[in-house]
């Protein structure tokens, strides 16, 4: 079984961690039949933390996750503490594949989506 791991910074304020848990709930409704698990995870201040994450995905039956950051650059966070909090899980469990993807940020179609954003403000000028 395949599953797809959201890994978002986490915040103090509720709000915008229940923002990233709808954002997962709208990803697993479109990736229906592509994995069978979608969640969000939390590198700090909100829960659950990413090695909870990764250990609920694996109790599910997940043979394989894919951790996809939800980061814009490829600061520390992306470099060096979500791998290290995923190595936790690989050791406890080196039968399951877990796999890291590119952050967000590095996405392709980042910049169409971000002129797609500022022009939907309709304060656009010629």
Sequence with gaps: MKALLVVAHGSRRVE???EVRALTGRLGAQAEGIYARVECAFLELAEPSI???LRAAIREGATQ???VPYFLSAGRHVVTDIPAEIEVV???H???DIVLAPYVGA????TELLLQQALKTGRDSD
Excluded: H, T
């Excluded at 996405?107 to 980042?110: S, V």
């Design 16 to 18: 915008s961690n229940d």
């Design 90 to 92: 690989r050791k406890e």
């Design 51 to 53: 090695p909870d994450g």
């Design 94 to 96: 080196p039968d399951i």
């Design 107 to 110: 996405a392709p179609g980042l």
């Design 65 to 67: 996750v894919i951790v």
